[in-house]
Structure formats: structure tokens, C-alpha cells
């Protein structure tokens, strides 16, 4: 009897094995697909500005006024961190203007890139080029400039810096390590991967397996050789309409690892049960025990075969024996239904942030960025003041809601566990100001005083800056929401008695209900009464901090009164406290 159940572990293992590798590929594809679709980001964001750069009249216009011309393309290049230049050149590839004078490209006429966009007369992205005058790795993106007779009177471009691309490709990708992504050029040149590892930029790949299965197919899966030489699950997808590719590669023995480690589990419940059926056997006989036995051995193998609906049968059977046979028939259905609704919703949930993340990003983006250039008016006077004013009330709304978008991604990366730490040595003390610093503004249009409390010697802490910065500054916003005109916040750190470095925000707001306290710490969760039903808010940012304040090991605690106001307390473990004559980064 043991060896039918052996067999029945082994065919249900050799199932689960194709089905993780099978999800394994799924999770890699969706993860290229969602990586694809942030570069893609960064490309259209160049096409736009390049769209509306072309037809402004200091563009047009260029080679009769080269200073007006370099004002208006450095005040827009100082607005993206991820230019590196911005450029115009006559037909002929000589340079006609430059967001910065002292730079001087020279002739790009035997560029492939310049050609394509004369020849194509429309929007081209370069393979992976060393920059003439930065002599550093870039991409370009080139579109060609017409006149009033749809005559190509020039080419203007904008140069990508590809550490841009490299930060990007983090964001998306799992932090577990049995997966890594990377970014290639048309050519099989690296140009970006995470992790880092010891990869170059430019580091040419193009006789490796992984591109050669890539580079004639947009999108696929694969098991290949990583560039490290481990055999990994790939899932590849093109970034747009450009030659570049990302892929996405999990490792395999890892997937194989966790399976053969449940079936060493099944394999121990399955001796037991063995035991068990034994002990039982020499009481009951083949009618009673045996026979109902071998129909729950014949129903898991259709189960394990694929048949859900498979169920057991049990025509002659007594007490305990029919309990079974109904427990495992309702656990088949279960599991059945749980699994449909499991691998619908998490589909669901991906499509959802993936779509979101570009539809909603990149036009975001672009509005922001547009609102800046007519706030700040580079590109001369826009008449009416009131413009002015209207493009402030843009940009703010805008980045209202990518902040948003972002919180909806970092908690569903935060709960999927995959976001990791940057962790550095940081002084609390100057993170606390710097945060207070930034909502002074804030504050003061609320009517609030806001203060800080901070000792005087450094407190050095090993954390992500990063995170612990977003961490103060949603608790601080939070404050000063629910806080009236007049009212006050502070902030305040010090160590405690357990050498826990300690952080409290503390502000004179409504306050919250002692049965409404655990309702605002869960996710959209938020109380409606009549003194806060006027406060904007989604409910995300409260559990978002929460849980990041538990990643770094840390509790986050909340008392409140009604009318008197509202106090955070946020501890860190001992561990993180570190020896204040270490060098400190802000």
C-alpha cells in the first residue's frame, strides 16, 4: 500500500514542479512586461518634450538666435534629472544650438541615429553610444524638425543618461535573489541590470545565449543561460518601438529547491498516515478500509492528473472512513475554488498596477513637466499673471496625485515583498530637519506652526534614507492635515531607555476615537465625522508607513484624543543605533 501512495507523491511533485515553472515564467514575462513598460516611460517622455520643444519659435528659430535658444533648452533640461543634453543641428549634422554653451558635439552626421531621423522623418532611438563631449555611455533620442513646406530644416535630440535607466529597473523588479533583470541595446550591449552585480555599462553580450533567443522575437519565455552562467527561467519583452530589450530571469534550481522541498514534507505525512492506516487496517479489513482507501489513491491521482472536479466515492463505508472521503471531497472543491480565485486576483492585481503605473505615470509626467516649464516661463512672458498661477495649481495637483500612484505601488510592492532596503549609515537628526524643512510651506498655508526637536549631537542610525525620510514626511503631512489654523505640530527624536532610537510626532489636530484607532491603520481605511469630513485623504499612507517602519524592524504606535489631538510614536530596534563618530549621510 505504501508504494500506490509513494507513486501518488511523485506524480502529484512532477506536477507541481511544471506548474511552479510554469508560474515561475509567468511571474518573469509579467515582470519584463511591467519593467518594459518604465522604460518605455523615460522614451516617451523624450518624444513629448521633443514634440513641443519642435515647434516652439526659439527652436525654429535657433540659428538666428543661439543665445535665446541655449537659455530655453538649459531651463528645460534642468527640469529632468535623466537628460543629459539637449541639442539642435542643421540637415548637415553641424551643431546649431545646445542647452549648454560650453559643450561642443560637433559634427553628428555619420551617426546612425541622425540618418534614420532624416531619412524616416520621425522619432528614432539610438543603440548605446559613448556621448562626444561627455565621452559617457548614452542613447539618444532624435526626431527631425519640419518648416512650413514639411521640409526637414534640422534634427533635434535629447541625450539619455542610462543610470536613469539602471535606477528605473530597479523599482519593478522582485528583490529576492534568485532574480535578476537586464537591459540590452540592439546591439547586445548592456544598459542597465539588477541587480548590479559586477556588470559594466557597455559590457557586450551579443554572443551570449540569452541574446541570441531574444534579439528577433518582442517578447517570450525561455530557460537559458543568465549572464552569470546560471540557468534561469527568462521572460523578455521590447521596450517600445526601440531595439532595446529587458529581461527578466528567475533562477531555477531555486524554484526546483522549493518543490522538492515539499515533497519531502508530503513524503513525512504520508509515512505517518501510513502508520496510521495500518494500525486501522488490522481492525477494519478490505471492506471497510481498504477498498475506500484505494478510491481516495485512484481520486488523487485524477486530482493530480488536472480532473478539479474529481471526487471520491465511497458506496460502502462506516463512521470515520465517510467523514473522510466528505472532508477530502469539500477539500477538493475548496481548493479547486481558491485556486481559481488566487490566480484570477493576482493576475487581476498585476494587470491593474502594471497598466496604472504607465497610463496613469508617463501623461503625469508630461503635465507636471509642462506646467513647470509655463510656471517658470522659460520660454518668455505668458501674458496674463493669472497663467502663471494656473499652471502652479497644475503641477500641484499633479504631483498630488503621482504621489498617489506611487503610495498604491509601494504598498502593493511593500505586501508583495518586493521592496528592499538601501540601507546607509544616516544622521536622524538631519533627516528630521530636512523633512520639517520641506512641510514648512505646508504648514504655513494651513496656519499651523510646525517645530522640531533635536539633539544636538548626532544620532547615527543604519537605515534606508530614503524610506525614513517618506516615513516623517507622511506622518508630518498626516498632522498638519487634521490639525485647525492655529494649531501646532512638532517632531521630535531622542533614545530611550533601551537605547531605541525613538521618534515622536505630536500635533493639537481633532484627534481620532479609541474605536475608530485600529480602523485608521488599515489599508483605504478612514473615520468620517464631522470634523474631519472636510480633510482630502485615500487611507494609504498611515499603513504605508506603518509598514515601512516594520521593515526596518521597528513598531509604530498611535494614541489619540478627540479635540485634544494626536500623538505618533515611532521606535527602532537598539540594533539600528549606531556610534555617533560614524560618517553620516543626511
Known amino acids: ?26 511571474d518573469a514575462a509579467l515582470m519584463a512586461e511591467r519593467g518594459a513598460e518604465r522604460q518605455r516611460d523615460i522614451i516617451d517622455a523624450a518624444s513629448n518634450l521633443l514634440t513641443v520643444l519642435s515647434r516652439l519659435p ?6 538666428s538666435d543661439v543665445a535665446a ?41 555619420d551617426r546612425a541615429y541622425f540618418k534614420r531621423a532624416l531619412e524616416d522623418k520621425q522619432l528614432v532611438v539610438s543603440d ?15 526626431m527631425p524638425m519640419l518648416n512650413d513646406k514639411v521640409e526637414v530644416s534640422g534634427v533635434i535630440g535629447i541625450g539619455i543618461d542610462v543610470t536613469a535607466m539602471t535606477q528605473v529597473l530597479s523599482i519593478d523588479i522582485t528583490n529576492d535573489d534568485d532574480t535578476m533583470a537586464v537591459l540590452l541595446d540592439g546591439q547586445g550591449r548592456l544598459l542597465a541590470r539588477a541587480p548590479a552585480g559586477g556588470a559594466m555599462v557597455g559590457d557586450d553580450y551579443s554572443d551570449r545565449p540569452l541574446y541570441q533567443a531574444v534579439k528577433e522575437r518582442r517578447s517570450g519565455t525561455a530557460e537559458l543561460p543568465a549572464l552569470d552562467g546560471s540557468e534561469r527561467l527568462f521572460g523578455w519583452r521590447r521596450v517600445g518601438d526601440s531595439s532595446a530589450i529587458l529581461a527578466v530571469g528567475i533562477l531555477k534550481s531555486d524554484i526546483v529547491a522549493r518543490v522538492n522541498q515539499l515533497l519531502y514534507r508530503r513524503m513525512v505525512e504520508i509515512g505517518v498516515a501510513v502508520l496510521i492506516v495500518s494500525a486501522i487496517g488490522l481492525l477494519g479489513g478490505e471492506l471497510l478500509v481498504f477498498g475506500p482507501l484505494r478510491e481516495l489513491t485512484r481520486t488523487a491521482k485524477r486530482l493530480g492528473a488536472g480532473d478539479s472536479s474529481s471526487r471520491v466515492r465511497l458506496p460502502i463505508a462506516v463512521g470515520e472512513m465517510i467523514q473522510l472521503g466528505h472532508a477530502f471531497n469539500r477539500m477538493a472543491a475548496d481548493l479547486g475554488e481558491r485556486q481559481a480565485k488566487l490566480i484570477k486576483a493576482d493576475r487581476a492585481k498585476s494587470e491593474f498596477l502594471a497598466n496604472m503605473s504607465h497610463e496613469l505615470r508617463t501623461p503625469l509626467n508630461s503635465v507636471i513637466g509642462f506646467a513647470e516649464i509655463i510656471g517658470s516661463q522659460a520660454m518668455g512672458p505668458v501674458g496674463d499673471a493669472s497663467y502663471v498661477e494656473y499652471a502652479e495649481h497644475i503641477r500641484e495637483s499633479g504631483r498630488h496625485l503621482l504621489g498617489l500612484i506611487n503610495d498604491i505601488l509601494d504598498l502593493s510592492k511593500v505586501e508583495a515583498g518586493r521592496m528592499e532596503l538601501i540601507e546607509d549609515t544616516v544622521d536622524f537628526g538631519a533627516t528630521i530637519r530636512s523633512a520639517v524643512g520641506m512641510m514648512q510651506d505646508q504648514a504655513e498655508k494651513a496656519g499651523v506652526q510646525l517645530h522640531c526637536t533635536v539633539p544636538k549631537r548626532p544620532i547615527a542610525v543604519r537605515a534606508d534614507s530614503q524610506r525614513l525620510r517618506q516615513v516623517v514626511l507622511n506622518l508630518i503631512s498626516n498632522a498638519i492635515k487634521f490639525t485647525d489654523a492655529g494649531g501646532r505640530v512638532t517632531a521630535e527624536i531622542a533614545i530611550d531607555a533601551e537605547s531605541r532610537p525613538t521618534l515622536t510626532i505630536e500635533d493639537t489636530g481633532i484627534g481620532i476615537a479609541a474605536d475608530d484607532l485600529p480602523r485608521v491603520m488599515e489599508v483605504f481605511g478612514q473615520v468620517q465625522t464631522q470634523l474631519n469630513r472636510t480633510r482630502s485623504g485615500t487611507g494609504i499612507g498611515l499603513p504605508l508607513t506603518k509598514r515601512l517602519v516594520e521593515m526596518h524592524g521597528g513598531t509604530l504606535d498611535l494614541t489619540s484624543q478627540p479635540g485634544v489631538g494626536t500623538t505618533v510614536t515611532v521606535r527602532f530596534p537598539a540594533s539600528r543605533l549606531l556610534d555617533a563618530s560614524t560618517q553620516l549621510v543626511a
Not at 58 to 63: D, T
Request: a negative charge; glycine letters at 6%; proline letters at 6%.
Open 1 to 26: 500500500m505504501l508504494l500506490p501512495l509513494v507513486g501518488v507523491m511523485l506524480h502529484f511533485a512532477e506536477f507541481e514542479k511544471d506548474a511552479a515553472i510554469k508560474g515561475a515564467f509567468d
Open 58 to 63: 526659439q527652436v525654429r528659430e535657433a540659428a
Open 69 to 109: 535658444c541655449s537659455a530655453m533648452l538649459s531651463a528645460t533640461s534642468s527640469l529632468y534629472p535623466w537628460i543629459s543634453s539637449i541639442f539642435i543641428n542643421d540637415p548637415n549634422g553641424e551643431q546649431v544650438c545646445v542647452n549648454d554653451p560650453t559643450i561642443k558635439i560637433g559634427n553628428i552626421g
Open 128 to 142: 548605446l553610444l559613448t556621448g562626444r563631449a561627455s565621452r559617457a555611455p548614452r542613447i539618444f533620442a532624435a
